[in-house]
């Protein structure tokens, strides 16, 4: 499995994860942030809002592959 490296709430994190694994998996299951929540899977309903470098983006919808080093910040940082 490839290793992604980004940025959550301040501390940079590394993950053994699929490129094509949703970053609101990597938060919940891996990383144990339980802020992004998740609604309806097709990025409508907004629970699972986080700032990615400072923009609003739906985290059910974003491949962790995209975040890069990019910020991430949830309701908790």
Not at 13 to 27: A, C, G, K, P, T
Not at 36 to 60: E, F, L, N, W
Request: charged share 20%; with cysteine; hydrophobic share 40%.
């Amino acid at each position: 499995m490839p290793e992604q490296t980004f940025v959550v709430n301040g501390e940079k994190i590394s993950v053994d994860v699929e490129d094509d694994v949703r970053v609101l998996w990597v938060l919940r299951d891996l990383l144990g942030v339980k802020g992004p929540k998740y609604g309806c899977g097709v990025g409508a309903c907004g629970a699972c809002t986080v700032h990615i470098d400072g923009q609003p983006m739906r985290s059910c919808q974003i491949p962790a592959a995209a975040v890069g080093a990019k910020k991430v910040t949830t309701i908790e940082g």
